[in-house]
């Protein structure tokens, strides 16, 4: 039978667990894009609770890529320093640790320089973008190849390609931001050209045995976007060209709030996996592994979709900014849910730059500290 906590190999790369840290935007970085210490002390903290694979949050590859300020970046080579220090509090801590490496596209917050898409247009709070030309396209195809190069001279085990929640890579495969009519738009194939290309010159730089993965979406939630049928056909694209792991999420900035990647309160045990259908649908048509993210908090959930065979890897995000000893605690035998509401008001200190922490379980210890 499988369990949470057998030992995977994803490529050559082996996994502990089955536990995954989903990338989380914690706002630890600085200006420039380089680490904050901070970074180091949690990646530390989520090694030493037995997360068995760490996936850094989105470090973006050039500057108009960045969404904010406090993002980690991966765009130059000064970032390397950092990034290998980021990749030693994994490993001394007994964790596997990979890079994710992404462009944000049209959907940028405070991008260095100007917002670039698919296709020029102008999204609902205002603020419209440039259509990226086809000579841009092949230099960003090539700012993820040199990512990936500064990943593994960081020490990373594995680069994981951002192709999720309406950043540039996701506004590619939707209909919803392409609207291109070249040999990057209209059908299927050549929405995900760009993830072929981006694909290839990634495992050009890392080579046949660093494990290559893609977060891509299982479906936009919005009218005219990528849909679940689509994402099994990206899927089935990738495996062919040698995708070694899918990470499963969903929706958009614009999507309704109980259909995002981040829906807010506790769902009951049969409802909370977000994605679940999806996964489904995914296992009939791909044998590539598959990790699973979106609402996951109880352990019982957990261990039946690696039993059942829907998911082959369990990826936590706002659980484990509660709690980043969670998976030590449920393999010691505690395995009452995560402590995680779902109040999602851990992401306002990593918006702001101060950095990403569970307020109310904060707050708390400060009542305490103050009696």
């Given at each position: 039978m499988?369990?949470?906590?057998?030992q995977v190999f994803?490529?050559?790369?082996s996994?502990?667990?089955?536990?995954?840290?989903s990338a989380?935007?914690e706002?630890?970085?600085n200006?420039d894009?380089?680490c904050?210490?901070?970074?180091f002390?949690l990646?530390?903290e989520?090694?030493r609770?037995?997360?068995?694979?760490?996936?850094?949050?989105?470090?973006?590859v050039?500057?108009r890529?960045r969404?904010?300020?406090?993002?980690?970046?991966?765009?130059?080579?000064?970032?390397v320093?950092?990034?290998?220090?980021?990749?030693e509090?994994a490993?001394?801590?007994?964790?596997?640790i990979v890079l994710?490496?992404?462009?944000?596209g049209?959907?940028?917050?405070e991008p260095?320089?100007?917002?670039v898409?698919?296709s020029?247009?102008?999204?609902?709070d205002?603020?419209?973008c440039r259509e990226?030309t086809?000579?841009?396209?092949?230099d960003?195809v090539?700012?993820?190849?040199r990512?990936a190069?500064?990943?593994m001279?960081?020490g990373?085990?594995g680069?994981q390609?951002h192709?999720a929640h309406?950043?540039?890579?996701s506004q590619f495969?939707s209909?919803?931001?392409n609207?291109?009519?070249?040999e990057?738009?209209?059908?299927?194939?050549?929405?995900?050209?760009?993830?072929?290309?981006v694909?290839?010159a990634?495992?050009?730089?890392v080579g046949?045995e660093?494990?290559?993965?893609?977060?891509m979406?299982s479906?936009d939630?919005?009218?005219?976007?990528?849909?679940r049928?689509?994402?099994?056909?990206?899927?089935?694209?990738?495996e062919?060209e040698?995708i070694?792991?899918?990470e499963l999420?969903?929706?958009t900035p614009l999507?309704p709030a109980?259909?995002g990647?981040a829906?807010?309160?506790?769902?009951p045990?049969e409802?909370?996996?977000?994605?679940v259908?999806?996964a489904r649908?995914?296992k009939?048509?791909?044998?590539?592994?598959?990790i699973?993210?979106?609402g996951?908090?109880t352990y019982s959930v957990?261990?039946?979709?690696?039993?059942e065979g829907i998911a082959d890897l369990?990826s936590l995000s706002?659980?484990l900014i509660?709690e980043p000893?969670?998976v030590r605690?449920?393999?010691?035998g505690?395995t009452?849910?995560a402590?995680?509401?779902?109040?999602?008001?851990?992401f306002g200190?990593?918006?702001?730059?101060?950095?990403i922490?569970?307020?109310?379980?904060?707050q708390q210890?400060?009542?305490?500290?103050s009696?």
């Open positions: 499988r369990t949470l906590f057998d994803i490529n050559s790369m996994v502990p667990n089955r536990f995954v840290r989380t935007y706002g630890m970085g200006p894009g380089s904050k210490d901070a970074v002390e990646t530390a989520l090694a609770g037995e997360t068995g694979l760490i996936i850094s949050s989105h470090a973006y050039e500057p890529g969404v904010r300020p406090p993002q980690l970046g991966v765009h130059r080579d000064e970032m320093p950092g990034l290998t220090r980021m990749a509090a490993h001394i801590n007994g964790a596997r994710q490496i992404a462009h944000a049209c959907t940028a917050v260095d320089g100007e917002f898409g698919p020029a247009i102008t999204l609902p205002g603020h419209s990226l086809n000579n841009e396209i092949r960003l090539q700012a993820f190849r990512g190069e500064r990943a001279e960081a990373f085990d680069v390609i192709s309406a950043y540039l890579l495969l209909p919803y931001f609207r291109r009519n070249d990057y738009g209209g059908s299927l194939v050549n929405r995900s050209r760009i993830h072929r290309e694909l290839n990634v495992r050009d730089a046949d660093i494990p290559v993965l893609i977060k979406n479906d939630f919005i009218d005219g976007g990528f849909t049928k689509e994402m099994v056909e990206v899927a089935r694209i990738l062919s040698g070694d792991a899918v999420s969903g929706g999507s109980d259909r990647f829906r807010p309160g506790i769902q045990p409802e909370e996996v977000y994605y259908d999806a649908l995914y009939e048509a791909v044998s590539v592994p598959l699973l993210v979106g996951i908090r957990a261990q039946n979709l690696i039993e369990i706002r659980p509660r000893f969670l605690r449920w393999r010691e505690d009452s849910d402590t995680c509401i779902h109040c999602n008001l851990c200190p990593a918006r702001s730059g101060e950095g922490y569970c307020v109310p379980e904060r210890r400060q009542k305490e500290g009696r």
